[in-house]
């Protein structure tokens, strides 16, 4: 896998309207921030600077009128790293502006089922994350132009199937 991160900072930097990010998979354990997982796992309380240097990004973006939002697949009962990313990470981050979406698959079929992991920009640039099988992050790849259409199509039926976490957390949230 040839990791295009340069091209994913570079996307980051210089998109105009939104960021829109689907998540896939119940365990991104390996891809970093290990050490506050395990104090999520041990029931300490979350730092006051937990994520940030990422909350701060996300506020360059949305204090000027950039749209920055995620949809999740899932699943419950959550995993453990599911609780740990919607309980610290999502609460955390809608503080920087982030919109998050769940589209639960608990009672029915995933309609986006072997679509992989994507950041889109702008509905012009579609990067492709890829994870090994214990959450491990492999890289990113920019996908050519004539793609983009089919990732903003998952976009828009991940969108469509989806509901706001907020409410989601309300019913579901550990």
């Known amino acids: 896998m040839t990791t295009s991160s340069r091209n994913l900072g570079d996307l980051f ?5 939104e960021a829109f ?3 896939t998979l ?3 354990s390996n891809s970093g921030n ?3 997982y395990r104090s999520f796992l041990a029931g300490d309380p979350q730092p ?3 994520n940030a240097d990422w909350v701060e990004e996300l506020r360059s973006h949305t204090e000027r009128g950039k749209r920055v939002y ?3 697949v899932l699943s419950r009962p959550l995993t453990d790293y599911l609780r740990f ?8 981050n809608m503080s920087g502006g982030e919109e998050f979406f769940i589209l639960d698959t608990t009672d029915g079929p995933n ?3 072997g679509v992989p992991d994507f950041w889109l920009f702008d509905a012009d640039s579609a990067v492709v994350m890829s994870y090994d099988g214990t959450g491990t992050y492999l890289g990113s790849e920019v996908q050519p132009a004539e793609r983009t259409r089919e990732f903003v199509r998952y976009r828009d039926m991940a969108l469509a199937r989806a509901e706001p976490f907020t409410d989601w957390w309300a019913t579901y949230g550990a």
């Open 34 to 36: 290990s050490g506050a």
């Open 48 to 50: 006051l600077d937990y």
């Open 26 to 28: 119940d365990d991104y």
């Open 13 to 17: 930097d210089t998109f105009e309207r």
């Open 85 to 92: 990313e919607l309980g610290w990470g999502y609460r955390k």
């Open 111 to 113: 309609p986006l089922d």
């Open 70 to 72: 995620r949809v999740h």
């Open 21 to 23: 990010r689907l998540e």
